[in-house]
């Protein structure tokens, strides 16, 4: 009975270590990321003037409105410190509008402030409360920066071409990688890793000439084809093991049932391979969607949205909850298409059970 | 229901290699042929020259009377059922039975009615919708068979369909297969490294080795007229014993020298040996055909090393001149191991083969 209840205390104690463990790794993956999203959605009042900075985003913001000698005392209040912050002091109402909507992302109307300084003659201070503007950052940033929503849709470009190009011909090469034998297989095998050993940074330049060349220097469908190149040495090698893993007979039996080769490719070891195909896409797309090093060096006036993003994060000294923003966007297409293709990813990842 | 002629047909993978060596056989129309032999002996490279996955370096196939060596698989009119299967696992049931009726442009009706049958057929009717990855080994492989049957091909080819199956299940599904064949009638090859697999089933059996026909003929045939070594070592089981013995000449006489024994050979297995004129060969004499004697008119005498009961038969193992001789014995009376037996031959069925070639000598 008291060896029973020791071994349940060393299992009991064994499994909380691993949880605690565990939780701390997701922590330290998760964190940044919670940060990220509440910082893209706070203020620059909350952002520079709350400190430590609050874990949540507030929903409203307090403000106090008090004569003064030049005007008007504007306070917003500090929910960390739990104190009303005198912020502006002025007689010019439309620069308080204005101050108030830059500075807490709230929308004080005209009317409203009419009303409040019309209390104001009998009360000596004034508090009221505003709807925070939840997503004001998101359209500051594209508002503040004009080529955002231009470079947005380029990214989008350059990322779906990188996929097709990586997929289609990386697709191919893995599946003869996996099917033929040749002279020199491993050679080339090892060769289409090889081209990743060199970084892309050092690369762009002469890539940069060859595009320029070509003239394709400064357009989105130059920069997908420099892409291709690292993702399509990786897709050919996920793709090559997962066509291994699929038994020729499945093939040769398509065959025989009534369709040619590429037949049987498209309607029995094309649906098998989804799962490979579908994380080599992802892999694709993210190579392609949050690159930027290549791409400051092989865009001018056309830039890809991480440039954009790069440049304002740089240039954001002040305005950290834009530059969230922008990252955030940049998160957010890459989520969603991860949303998208997660379904073919889990159906049989890792090979086909047959 | 067709017949399948192979012409000098060769399949060369390297400049050494063979897969099958200038073949020529004929199958007849409703045949159930059996392609045996060891493996790498080129009876599953045949099997593929036919079903077009290999291409022929010489030689013809013809599909009644028509050439098809050059011919997609597609477009031969024949069905295959693979070893491992190769159902299609991301299709339920009735679309891999379906997939190949739908490129034949039928009716929907038409290949319901197709599917339910051939599904009824191998007793798969109530699994049709299911994935094959929620089927046992059994099922799978019924489902492959009917999505062979389902085509109606000209010619059914089968590449050793039994062997993923275990020992009972695959006995039962000899049975099934022959009786499929005796409703269809369609013109069967199947290939097979199991001889007792081959010898229940075939109407006639290839026997292959390194990618030559070796003998063809039906399961007596082979069994009781091997026509080498090879083959009566490769066909029984347990195999065939063999001793190599020399002739020695005693007036009139002929008597089999062994270290153990001396076999004096009657008048009949005289005469067979009249054109032999080396001066020994090898004789070989099937487990069953060696009988247990009293004492006194025995061939040789022996200790029993190991027995293998067998329900009504036993095997008894035992080391004749350093090699393995296995006999088969009705259960009249049990051995043990380490018992003293005195065995005899039974002279009718005395395999001669040449020393050197191993060719039969000699016809019964």
């Keep these: ?354 | 229901m067709a017949d399948l002629k192979l012409e000098n047909l060769s399949k060369r993978f390297s400049r050494k290699v063979w897969g099958v060596k200038k073949m020529d056989l004929s199958v007849k129309d409703k045949e159930f042929l059996v392609l045996l032999g060891p493996s790498g002996c080129g009876k599953t490279t045949t099997l593929r020259l036919i079903a077009g996955l290999e291409e022929a370096t010489t030689g013809n196939i013809l599909i009644d009377g028509v050439d098809i060596t050059d011919t997609p698989p597609r477009k031969r009119d024949i069905s295959m059922v693979f070893q491992s299967y190769a159902v299609w696992p991301h299709m339920t049931v009735y679309d891999n039975i379906a997939f190949a009726l739908r490129f034949k442009h039928l009716s929907k009706a038409e290949i319901d009615s197709i599917v339910t049958e051939t599904a009824d057929m191998v007793k798969i009717d109530n699994l049709v919708k299911r994935y094959p990855d929620q089927l046992s080994g059994g099922q799978r492989q019924r489902v492959a068979l009917a999505r062979a049957l389902a085509v109606k091909p000209k010619i059914f080819l089968m590449d050793e369909p039994l062997s993923n199956l275990d020992a009972k299940l695959r006995v039962v599904m000899r049975t099934e297969l022959r009786a499929i064949h005796q409703q269809t009638k369609a013109t069967t090859v199947f290939v097979t490294h199991d001889q007792s697999e081959a010898m229940s089933m075939a109407d006639r059996i290839v026997i292959m080795k390194d990618g030559v026909i070796v003998q063809i003929g039906s399961p007596d045939d082979v069994y009781f007229k091997s026509t080498n070594v090879f083959v009566a070592g490769f066909i029984g089981m347990p195999p065939t014993n063999f001793f190599t013995v020399e002739i020695i000449h005693e007036g009139t006489d002929i008597v089999l020298k062994h270290p153990f024994f001396e076999l004096k050979l009657d008048n009949e297995r005289k005469s067979m040996l009249y054109d032999y004129s080396k001066r020994s060969l090898t004789f070989g004499i099937r487990p069953e055909d060696i009988t247990i004697t009293s004492e006194k008119n025995n061939l040789l005498k022996e200790r029993a090393l190991v027995v293998e009961p067998q329900g009504s038969l036993q095997i008894i193992a035992l080391k004749i001149d350093d090699k393995i001789v296995k006999l088969v014995s009705a259960r009249e009376h049990t051995v043990f191991p380490g018992d003293m037996l005195f065995l005899t031959f039974k002279q009718n069925k005395l395999h001669f083969f040449d020393i050197d070639t191993g060719e039969r000598i000699g016809d019964l």
């Excluded at chain 1, 509440?38 to 203020?43: F, G, I, K, V």
């Excluded at chain 1, 989008?156 to 097709?164: G, N, P």
């Excluded at chain 1, 490719?265 to 094309?270: D, E, G, N, P």
């Design chain 1, 1 to 354: 009975m008291k060896k029973e209840l020791q071994r349940n205390l060393v299992r009991t104690a064994r499994t909380t270590t691993l949880y605690i463990l565990v939780a701390g790794v997701a922590m330290v993956i998760l964190f940044p990321i919670y940060f990220l999203v509440t910082m893209s959605l706070m203020s620059d009042f909350e952002m520079y003037n709350e400190w430590p900075l609050p874990m949540l985003p507030s929903f409203s913001m307090s403000f106090k409105l008090q004569n003064s000698q030049k005007g008007y005392l504007l306070s917003i209040y500090n929910k960390v410190d739990n104190t009303y912050l005198d912020m502006l002091d002025t007689n010019d109402t439309g620069y308080i509008i204005n101050f108030v909507k830059r500075k807490t992302n709230c929308t004080l109307t005209r009317e409203k402030l009419n009303e409040i300084i019309e209390e104001l003659k009998n009360n000596s201070k004034v508090e009221f409360k505003l709807r925070k503007n939840f997503l004001l950052n998101y359209t500051l940033f594209f508002r503040l920066k004009k080529d955002a929503w231009p470079a947005f849709l380029r990214s989008i470009y350059t990322a779906v071409v990188t996929i097709l190009i990586s997929l289609s011909i990386g697709g191919m090469g893995g599946y003869a990688f996996s099917r033929y034998f040749f002279k020199g297989k491993n050679f080339l095998k090892l060769g289409v890793l090889f081209v990743r050993m060199f970084p892309a940074v050092a690369t762009a330049i002469p890539a940069a000439i060859i595009l320029g060349n070509m003239g394709l220097y400064d357009k989105p469908i130059g920069l997908a084809f420099i892409y291709s190149i690292g993702s399509i040495g990786l897709t050919i090698w996920i793709t090559a093991s997962i066509f291994l893993s699929i038994p020729v007979e499945l093939e040769e039996a398509a065959q025989i049932f009534g369709t040619s080769k590429a037949g049987a490719f498209w309607h029995v070891t094309l649906p098998l391979a989804l799962p490979g195909l579908a994380a080599c896409a992802m892999y694709a797309f993210i190579g392609s969607w949050n690159e930027y090093a290549q791409a400051i060096i092989l865009t001018q006036f056309n830039p890809t949205f991480p440039v954009v993003v790069f440049e304002y994060v740089l240039g954001a000294t002040g305005m950290a909850h834009l530059a969230t923003a922008g990252g955030m966007t940049l998160a957010i297409p890459a989520v969603i298409f991860y949303l998208f293709i997660r379904r073919y990813i889990l159906r049989m990842w890792g090979g086909v059970r047959v």
